[in-house]
């Protein structure tokens, strides 16, 4: 374990696509992953639950040592992340800071659309807090978002049945409900760090003018900007190249289910929150 990693934290393995895209762009730092996936899935839970799930994670990560802490998820930015930065952190004065995946993916989303018309695909949790909706009219009032639920593709992608014919029909389905809602959108958000995993999938049924646009490499980036930006968290971050994974859950399932999102050969161990 090393001295002071930064902490990714899921409710499951979507997160691992985060994770993979941070190491690429920050090699040189310590990480640690923690999926809950004895809970999971996250995103039919209330407000007040993720909120305690997630809260119990963060503390975890704290109490390993963990300066800065990722949200890789985003259930848990769009329900706890507010409440944890502006409650559970400013309460204990900790020096610690917790961040999460929906603004940076709202900071850059005006930037890339052409017609204004912006989708979101998302767990049912995530279209309901409307998060999306609220950070990219933010920063770009003019934008018109359009959202859709997709409960059915996180399913599929865990139980490995994404890439097979099966899945197209689910796949169409949510394509045609959310374009229904506007012909015009021209760029959409994967709201959620399961469905690049779909990515080959997608383009393969979205119109090739539409950007489909995962949150990996946005999120990597910004974090970079971030530590560049706050050097007293920078300074706090331990650098020796190491990546450890935790699961709340069977890490035999989870070693297995992880070398779909991120690599083979990954050895977990399992914590109690």
Not at 50 to 59: D, F, I, L, S
Not at 100 to 127: D, K, M, Q, S, W
Not at 244 to 263: E, G, L, S, V
């Amino acid at each position: 374990m090393p001295s002071s990693p930064i902490g990714i934290f899921d409710s499951g393995y979507g997160g691992l696509t985060v994770l993979k895209s941070i190491v690429q762009q920050m090699p040189a730092y310590d990480f640690i992953y923690l999926g809950d996936n004895a809970r999971a899935p996250y995103g039919n839970r209330s407000f007040d639950t993720v909120y305690q799930y997630t809260r119990e994670a963060v503390q975890w990560f704290f109490s390993r040592g963990c300066p800065l802490v990722i949200l890789a998820c985003n259930t848990s930015s769009a329900k706890a992340l507010r409440t944890i930065q502006q409650q559970d952190l400013k309460e204990s004065g900790t020096p610690n800071r917790v961040l999460g995946v929906i603004r940076p993916t709202t900071e850059i989303a005006g930037e890339l659309t052409r017609t204004g018309h912006v989708g979101i695909l998302a767990t049912a949790g995530t279209v309901a807090s409307g998060s999306y909706e609220l950070e990219i009219h933010k920063f770009f009032p003019g934008v018109s978002v359009f959202q859709q639920a997709c409960p059915l593709w996180v399913p599929l992608i865990e139980n490995n049945e994404h890439e097979k014919e099966g899945a197209d029909y689910f796949i169409k389905a949510y394509r045609d409900a959310l374009l229904s809602r506007s012909p015009e959108i021209d760029t959409i958000i994967l709201a959620c760090t399961h469905y690049p995993l779909l990515m080959n999938k997608l383009k393969k049924f979205f119109p090739e003018h539409i950007k489909l646009v995962a949150q990996g490499d946005i999120v990597a980036g910004s974090l970079v900007r971030y530590l560049q930006k706050h050097s007293e968290i920078d300074g706090r971050c331990s650098k020796s190249g190491t990546v450890a994974f935790y699961t709340t859950d069977d890490p035999a399932d989870f070693d297995r289910h992880a070398a779909y999102f991120y690599k083979p050969g990954i050895k977990s161990e399992r914590v109690f929150l």
